[in-house]
């Protein structure tokens, strides 16, 4: 035992304590309990995973038994592997630097006591999601993130747009979960357990299924279940909404962690996905599909969280693209290179908006570069990370998943290069527009504090050096083989060259001729249009699915179907026994005994009536 | 005498004393006398907290009436005791939290409070058809007065519509149970199924088919089940608080309780052959119940149509006629007891304090009410079955029996779980989130101590059901798996009847996967 249940526990007594008591406490102790509990968090899964080393079969431990009826038993269980341990890593390391950070970013904020301990919940369930040694627990964490999602998002609740935006989240998540859920239940039926190490083990004894089989319609939810976490199409729509939250919550539960839970997943159930091909060639398609339409988005926005949003849309389709071909650690390698620098775009968007005072346009941005010189320098890490130049974390991950994918197929590969080259293009684009140039806003920038800088220093480090430092398909080899080694140099230059098309392309049409944006945009029109107001999908759902339903089931279901007909029908009936009891009142003679003696005649009548039935009809079968 | 014995019949004797003392002294009373009798409930738990058993506990068998035969005959199983706990728990609540808010005929309210929990514990642990019959008539007695005497302005009408719908079944239902005696001889159950399951007693499927429409109709009124649902939200908008909690709480469960200990062990053959129907009207009732409350202005009927919707769930599950299912249909009729209550408690502090039941009468309730904000955030993810929380077991465990019987099912009835968050979080935001109106700001106060009392063991068992699973679950299980081994011998008697579902799925040996892979 090694006792792995204190790593959820301690963000869950942080929570508990902030939640009860914090509304006494002052936001000294507030901090301490929320980042004290979640660095502990980090410290007891380091001593764990050094105790465990080297973990080349998972680590399981029961605590108890939580649901047992018939042959299906859910335990209370936790385990680590590999896979696990990358993601405890991520978690709990990222999660203390973005804690750290929400000291400083949230001091002024009212229920400031709530934030932290929504956040401290958002560790809890996360940390349950990982170590989950079967689905069903996972899947309590999986729906515990999306709780947390909709509590932060709504946050600001007095903002109406706000609320709106945390019960989409949570609704389009639920859509999801819809599809998880059927899943679960037709594991449980074919495998006869929702234990990991039982399904995987049963899984590998199935053959490989050509055509569309249970294999196959078990993926393909799981996938719809990973699509509504991970903002894949068609579900990816709340997350862009999600931006109504804080700026510590978008880069912790809505860049770093929470949204990477379908990949996880996904990487997790490997042993099923590979045995159903049709259903990892969709995973695949979903994915790149999706990184194309939010890349293309992302060049359009003008609102610098927006930006960061659609790429994190895009960028997890990177990575189920290459959970599509079959490359689970490149996936996951791009999830924890992803999480470094795009909590740190997040944190330094969030540092620019602090400094300008809540300021998210980038139209009223401009010349930051010499203002807010910290901010700049971090943000400039994650920039080229993100943007594949060689050697940053974003470059291997990414050149990790592009070969893959050329292994797969050719089509995709130029596809996902041409994204890589569109991505340089729009995070370019937001630093130009933010740090270079005139200042053209109003308010009087000023740096942030070092509680909030030095996390941001720590993740430019991990931005540059984190694909170097921790090679994620190497670590992972036990669980998924690589199969085709080897580096092509070739591949490689291709890959980084259209980082630095991109980024050269954005310097020339925000740096060196400011005027050409403007007139590609008109010059392009309809096509422009299409793409700035997000391809109109928003609008579509509107129009197609909520508003038929809400006023179908107000004037079809209710006041039609329930209180017309159903309740006509009745009050109809009601109508009709007056009208008979008219002519029959002579019976109501007030006497208990004559009302007993209808009372059984009624009672006889029927008896017989049943007797009749039986007889005239001699068994029904 | 056993302790059962005393448990049942301290409500009569406790509402005889507060009507002959006087009424300053009767909430008091009635407070006092129903927490007593809580605590003394508690006692009946000692025989099922060890290992899992059908067997029952505290019987006692007695002859009421010489001729015809009707015997005093009640005792405790698994499936009762949960729902027997539930009403003595909820009875003291309901006092506190009429509290204030009856002023009127206060020494009658408490009364008929009091009598209300003795009719619903008799009909908990009765195992004589004919003394179930005459506590199922019992409890109709106070709640119509509980409706037709302290509710609002349309009481009337309502009560009449529920006493009417109740009846119309009940009249049914007691045909049924004459016809039994006439061929069985005897009322007392337990001795029915002993006849039944050794062959000296055979009933044809086409005599089992109106007896058990006959039963079951009476059932599916109470539940309700589309579309027999039309009188709950008239009963639940006009009656008092603690009328609704009551009525939803524990009443309902009546009819879903009847379903599992009558109408699957005596007539499994016709239930089987019914359970298709059946469980094509309980999706309905899911999707159709939340589809209606998605769109309901009033906070109350919302809740009564989102019970619609809810005990839709426990119907579908009982029919699956697999551990799983009615596992979770079982748990689910205590979850709901204690969301759904906490939510008419709830709903109720709000019209305590601002007077109406319209949604749109609030808005921002958060700014002014936070502690009553949060309790109504915890029981709202309890209701759309939020992991951590008691309904997620229950749903869960109804959903996976279904999805044994057919995917179609399951996918059928998932929606109906999209669909509770979307009306719960949409009432949610439009009454607690925003800035405060005028009336929200000088009318609404934060939760009281009073009331926290009343919510507090409500809240406190959505967490410890949703995570203690399998101290609740034991008990049911054990029962469980008795009913449908008795609703199966009853299958197997009939020559002619169909083949059971499969209630098991493949066990996970590797060759079974792969059979069961390649058959799909």
Redesign the interface.
């Known amino acids: 035992m090694h006792h792995l249940w204190l790593i959820p526990f301690f963000p869950l007594a942080g929570f508990l304590v902030n939640g009860i008591f914090g509304r006494r406490f002052s936001k000294g102790l507030v901090s301490m309990v929320a980042v004290g509990s979640v660095a502990l968090s980090f410290a007891w899964a380091l001593k764990c995973l050094l105790a465990l080393a080297p973990l080349e079969t998972p680590h399981v431990e029961r605590y108890?038994?939580?649901?047992?009826?018939?042959?299906?038993a859910i335990p209370y269980e936790l385990s680590v592997d590999r896979l696990t341990a990358i993601m405890l890593m991520v978690v709990t390391g990222i999660g203390s630097l973005i804690h750290i950070y929400a000291t400083g970013y949230m001091h002024d904020e009212d229920g400031f006591y709530r934030f932290f301990a929504y956040l401290n919940l958002f560790m809890f369930f996360m940390l349950t999601l990982v170590l989950a040694n079967n689905y069903?627990l996972l899947?309590?964490g999986w729906?515990?993130v999306g709780?947390c999602s909709?509590l932060l998002i709504?946050y600001y609740?007095?903002k109406?747009s706000a609320?709106?935006a945390?019960?989409k989240a949570?609704?389009v998540n639920?859509?999801g979960?819809?599809g998880f859920?059927?899943a679960?239940?037709?594991i449980?039926?074919?495998?006869?357990?929702l234990d990991f190490q039982?399904v995987f083990e049963?899984a590998k004894?199935?053959?490989v299924?050509v055509s569309a089989?249970?294999?196959t319609a078990i993926c393909l939810l799981l996938l719809v279940g990973a699509a509504g976490k991970s903002a894949q199409i068609p579900l990816y729509v709340w997350l862009p909404d999600a931006m109504e939250g804080p700026t510590p919550v978008s880069a912790l539960i809505h860049a770093a962690t929470m949204v990477t839970a379908g990949v996880y997943m996904v990487a997790r159930s490997a042993a099923i996905f590979t045995k159903a091909p049709i259903a990892m060639e969709t995973v695949a398609w979903v994915g790149l599909a999706t990184a194309v339409m939010a890349a293309t988005i992302g060049m359009t926005q003008f609102d610098i969280k927006k930006v960061y949003a659609y790429s994190t849309v895009s960028q997890l389709g990177y990575m189920f693209l290459a959970l599509g071909v079959g490359a689970f650690s490149a996936g996951i390698w791009h999830v924890v290179t992803h999480a470094f620098f795009k909590a740190l775009l997040f944190l330094g968007a969030g540092s620019v908006i602090h400094a300008l005072h809540h300021e998210q346009d980038m139209r009223n941005m401009g010349g930051l570069r010499t203002k807010i010189p910290i901010t700049f320098a971090v943000l400039a890490c994650a920039w080229i990370a993100i943007s594949g130049v060689p050697f940053t974390s974003g470059w291997y991950s990414k050149e990790a998943i592009l070969g893959a994918v050329h292994h797969h197929s050719p089509l995709m590969y130029w596809i996902g290069v041409a994204t890589a080259a569109v991505t340089a293009f729009y995070v370019s684009r937001s630093m130009f527009m933010t740090f270079f140039g005139e200042y053209r806003g109003h308010a009087h920038p000023h740096e942030s504090p070092p509680v909030m800088w030095v996390p941001l220093a720590v993740l430019a480090v991990l931005s540059l050096a984190g694909g170097f430092l921790f090679n994620v398909p190497h670590i992972l080899e036990p669980l998924f083989p690589v199969e085709h080694g080897g580096h092509d140099i070739m591949l490689e230059i291709i890959g980084s060259a259209a980082g630095l098309v991109g980024i050269g392309l954005a310097y020339v049409m925000y740096v060196a001729s400011p005027g050409l944006p403007d007139s590609i945009s008109s010059s392009l029109g309809g096509v422009y249009r299409l793409v700035y107001n997000k391809y109109y999908v928003d609008e579509a759902y509107d129009a197609t699915v909520v508003r038929p339903?809400?006023s179908?089931?107000?004037t079809g279901?209710?006041q039609f179907?329930?209180v017309w007909l159903?309740?006509g029908v009745?009050n109809g009936m009601?109508g009709f026994a007056r009208w008979i009891g008219g002519g029959v009142r002579t019976l109501q003679s007030g006497s208990i005994r004559s009302y007993a003696a209808w009372?059984v005649a009624?009672?006889v009548i029927?008896?017989i009536?049943?007797?009749a039935?039986?007889?005239s009809?001699?068994?029904?079968? | 005498m056993t302790l059962l014995d005393i448990v049942l019949f301290l409500p009569l004797v406790a509402f005889i004393v507060i009507l002959a003392l006087p009424k300053t002294l009767s909430r008091t009373l009635a407070l006092a006398t129903s927490m007593g009798i809580f605590i003394v409930s508690l006692g009946l738990l000692a025989p099922f907290l060890g290992k899992p058993t059908s067997a029952v506990s505290f019987e006692t068998n007695l002859i009421w009436i010489q001729s015809p035969a009707i015997r005093y005959h009640i005792s405790l199983d698994g499936l009762g005791l949960w729902l027997l706990l539930l009403s003595t728990m909820l009875t003291p609540l309901c006092v506190l939290i009429s509290w204030n808010y009856i002023t009127d005929r206060v020494k009658e309210y408490y009364a008929f409070l009091l009598l209300l929990e003795f009719g619903v514990i008799g009909v908990f642990v009765s195992m004589d058809l004919f003394l179930f019959y005459v506590f199922w008539e019992v409890t109709l007695v106070p709640m119509y007065f509980l409706i037709g005497i302290w509710g609002h302005d349309r009481r009337i009408y309502a009560t009449v519509k529920f006493f009417l719908y109740t009846m119309a079944g009940s009249v049914l239902m007691l045909a049924a149970i004459l016809y039994l005696y006439s061929r069985a001889g005897t009322f007392d159950y337990p001795m029915i199924l002993q006849l039944l399951s050794s062959g000296r007693l055979q009933l044809t499927a086409a005599e089992q088919l109106p007896l058990f429409l006959a039963f079951f109709i009476a059932f599916a009124i109470k539940v309700p089940l589309f579309p027999l649902h039309t009188w709950l939200p008239d009963a639940h908008v006009e009656a008092p608080t603690a009328g609704s909690v009551m009525l939803a709480s524990v009443m309902l469960k009546m009819g879903t309780y009847g379903i599992v200990r009558f109408c699957l062990p005596m007539f499994g053959n016709a239930a089987h052959q019914c359970a298709p129907v059946i469980i094509a009207l309980a999706i309905i009732g899911i999707i159709y119940g939340a589809l209606v409350a998605l769109v309901q202005p009033n906070m109350k009927k919302l809740v009564a149509y989102s019970s619609v919707s809810h005990l839709g769930f426990v119907v579908l599950g009982i029919f699956t006629f697999t551990q799983q299912g009615m596992d979770g249909a079982v748990y689910q009729m205590l979850n709901h007891g204690i969301s759904t209550g906490a939510l008419f408690m709830l709903v109720g502090f709000l019209y305590e304090r601002n007077h109406s039941l319209e949604i749109k009468s609030y808005g921002g309730v958060a700014n002014v009410a936070p502690v009553l904000s949060v309790i109504f955030m915890v029981t709202t993810l309890a209701s759309i079955g939020l992991p951590v929380l008691n309904n997620f077991v229950g749903e869960f465990l109804v959903l996976q029996g279904a999805a044994i019987v057919s995917w179609k099912y399951a996918a059928l009835a998932g929606l109906g779980v999209i669909f509770s968050a979307c009306y719960m979080l949409w009432l949610y935001q439009r009454a607690f989130f925003g800035e405060a109106g005028e009336g929200v700001r000088h009318h609404i106060t934060d939760i009281n101590k009073r009331e926290l009392l009343a919510i507090a063991p409500l809240v406190i068992l959505m967490v410890w059901m949703g995570t203690g699973t399998s101290l609740f679950l034991k008990p049911i299980t054990a029962v469980n798996a008795q009913i449908l081994e008795q609703s199966k011998i009853n299958v197997e008697y009939q020559v002619k009847a169909p083949p059971a579902p499969s209630a098991e799925p493949a066990p996970a040996t590797t060759a079974a996967v792969v059979e069961v892979a390649r058959a799909r």
């Open positions: 108890f038994m939580w649901i047992q009826s018939g042959s299906l069903l899947f309590v729906e515990g709780l909709y709504g609740f007095l109406h609320s709106t945390g019960n949570f609704i639920r859509i979960d819809f859920s059927l679960m239940f037709l449980f039926i074919t495998f006869g357990s039982k049963a004894a199935v053959p299924e089989g249970m294999m339903l809400v179908g089931s107000r279901l209710w179907g329930d159903i309740d009745v009601g009372v009624g009672a029927f008896i009536a049943a007797g039935i039986a007889g009809n001699g068994g029904l079968r």
